[in-house]
C-alpha cells in the first residue's frame, strides 16, 4: 500500500497534489454555485501570457511575473463585467483571448522555450519542490485563515446579491477579492497540475459536490474531500498504470462524479 510512496518525490507529490486538492475544491464551489466554471480555465490561460512574459524577460522563476499579471486580468475582468454590464463568460472569453494572443507574441520573441513552456501548460506534479510546497502550504494557510469572515461574505452574495447589499455587504469589494483569490490560487498550483488542466481541479469536484451536498457548507466540504480523494487515487493509478498523474487526477474526479450522479438518480426513483 505504501510502496508508491518510499520514494522522496512521490511524498513530495502527494503532499502537493493534497494541497492543491483542499486549496482549488475550496474556492471550486463559488465557481460552480455562480456559474462561472469558464472563469477558472479563464484566468489560468491568462496566466499563460504573464509565464511567457516572464520567460521573454529572462526571469528565472516565470511565475513572479504571472502572479501580478494574472491577478491584473482577474480584476480586469470584473471590472469590465460591471461597467459594461456584459456576461461574465463574456468579460472572460475577451481576456481568455488577448492573454493567449499576447502569450504567443512573447513566445515568438523567445528562444529555447519549450522545455519550460511545456511545464506550465501540462504540470509536472512528480517534478514537485520543497519551494513548491512551501508556497501552495501558505495560501492554503492565509485562504483558511481568512475563511471564517471571507466565505460567509461570499457565500451570502453567492446566493442572493441583492440581499447581501442590503445588509451592508460589500459585494463588489469581494467580487474583486475573490476573483483576485482564485488568479492566486491558479499561479501558485500551474507548476504541478499545468494551464491545461487547472480548471478541471476547480470545477469537477465542486461540481461532484453540489450533486451529492444539500447546504453550501457540506458542498465546500465534500468539495474538498472529492479533491483530495481524486488526487491520493490518482497517484496510486498513475503510479501503477504508468500513465501521465495529472490526467490520472482528472480522469478520476470525472468517474467521481459519474458514480455521484448515477447513484443520486438511482437513490431518488
Known amino acids: 500500500m505504501f510502496e508508491p510512496f518510499a520514494y522522496a518525490f512521490m511524498q513530495r507529490a502527494l503532499l502537493?497534489?493534497?494541497?492543491?486538492?483542499?486549496?482549488?475544491?475550496?474556492f471550486g464551489p463559488f465557481i460552480v454555485q455562480r456559474r462561472i466554471a469558464f472563469l477558472g480555465s479563464g484566468l489560468a490561460h491568462a496566466s499563460f501570457g504573464g509565464v511567457a512574459l516572464g520567460i521573454l524577460l529572462g526571469?528565472?522563476?516565470p511565475l513572479w511575473v504571472a502572479a501580478p499579471f494574472t491577478v491584473a486580468v482577474a480584476a480586469a475582468i470584473v471590472w469590465v463585467q460591471k461597467s459594461a454590464g456584459?456576461?461574465?463568460?463574456?468579460?472572460?472569453?475577451?481576456?481568455?483571448?488577448?492573454?493567449?494572443?499576447?502569450?504567443?507574441?512573447f513566445l515568438d520573441r523567445t528562444d529555447n522555450f519549450h522545455a519550460a513552456v511545456d511545464t506550465y501548460l501540462f504540470g509536472s506534479i512528480l517534478n514537485v519542490l520543497p519551494a513548491d510546497l512551501w508556497t501552495i502550504g501558505a495560501v492554503t494557510a492565509?485562504?483558511?485563515?481568512?475563511?471564517?469572515?471571507?466565505?460567509k461574505r461570499w457565500a451570502y452574495a453567492t446566493f442572493d446579491q441583492s440581499l447581501a447589499k442590503a445588509h451592508r455587504v460589500s459585494v463588489d469589494r469581494d467580487d474583486y477579492l475573490l476573483a483576485i483569490s482564485?488568479?492566486?490560487?491558479?499561479?501558485?498550483?500551474?507548476k504541478i497540475v499545468g494551464i491545461i488542466l487547472m480548471a478541471a481541479?476547480?470545477?469537477?469536484?465542486?461540481a461532484t459536490a453540489r450533486i451529492a451536498a444539500s447546504t453550501f457548507a457540506a458542498m465546500t466540504g465534500f468539495s474538498i474531500a472529492f479533491g483530495v480523494v481524486s488526487v491520493v487515487g490518482g497517484l496510486y493509478i498513475s503510479y501503477y498504470a504508468e500513465t501521465p498523474t495529472g490526467s490520472t487526477i482528472v480522469l478520476l474526479q470525472a468517474a467521481l462524479f459519474?458514480?455521484?450522479?448515477?447513484?443520486?438518480?438511482?437513490?431518488i426513483r
Open 182 to 190: 482564485l488568479a492566486v490560487v491558479v499561479v501558485v498550483t500551474i
Open 258 to 267: 459519474a458514480v455521484v450522479l448515477f447513484s443520486r438518480r438511482l437513490f
Open 201 to 206: 481541479f476547480l470545477v469537477i469536484p465542486a
Open 59 to 61: 526571469v528565472q522563476q
Open 142 to 151: 492565509l485562504a483558511f485563515a481568512t475563511g471564517p469572515i471571507l466565505w
Open 16 to 26: 502537493g497534489g493534497v494541497l492543491v486538492g483542499i486549496l482549488a475544491s475550496y
Open 86 to 105: 456584459l456576461a461574465a463568460d463574456t468579460a472572460i472569453g475577451i481576456f481568455f483571448a488577448v492573454s493567449m494572443a499576447l502569450g504567443i507574441i
